[in-house]
């Protein structure tokens, strides 16, 4: 049976690198925190190094619900993955994820992750579905959006002709 996570779904996420992870708080309000180790562990997980993130961690060992959304800036489309948490400091699995993430290309190599890494979060994947932006809405390409990002970016670093200002919603 195929996993849950589709082969554009893995792509982005490894492209992307950058999720932003949403817990809950003991108080019931929402913590959100962006997670630069963000990648696939395989077809039904997630996965990201705790480097800095004392109150995700906190918030998962309380409450393993957690949704990573995972977009292109410049496309505005990707994916919300929604499911529970676990907190891995030691075992077979948190092995792995951490040989992974000492030498394989694809998750650009944690430099000093013996280190650096205080936990592993891995997530098992109950729901995916896709993110795409009002950008959209008015029959606009994704070449078209994806133009008018990469300008705007660029703008915004004084290294291309500035954009006009993106649309409202988009």
Known sequence: ?????????????????????????????????????????????????????????????????????????????GYRFKGTAAVLKDGSPYDAIMAMYRGDSSTDKLRDADQRVKAIVLMKVERAEPLVSPAYDDGSTEEQVAEQWERHYLGLRGLGIPSREPRPGS
């Open 1 to 77: 049976m195929p996993g849950i996570l589709s082969d554009d779904m893995k792509r982005l996420v490894r492209e992307q690198r950058l999720g932003f992870i949403a817990t809950v708080c003991p108080d019931g309000t929402p913590n959100l925190s962006p997670k630069g180790t963000t990648t696939v562990w395989d077809d039904d997980h997630l996965v990201f190094a705790h480097l800095h993130s004392p109150n995700t961690v906190r918030n998962l060992l309380e409450n393993p619900a957690i949704e990573i959304n995972v977009v292109d800036v410049f496309t505005r489309k």
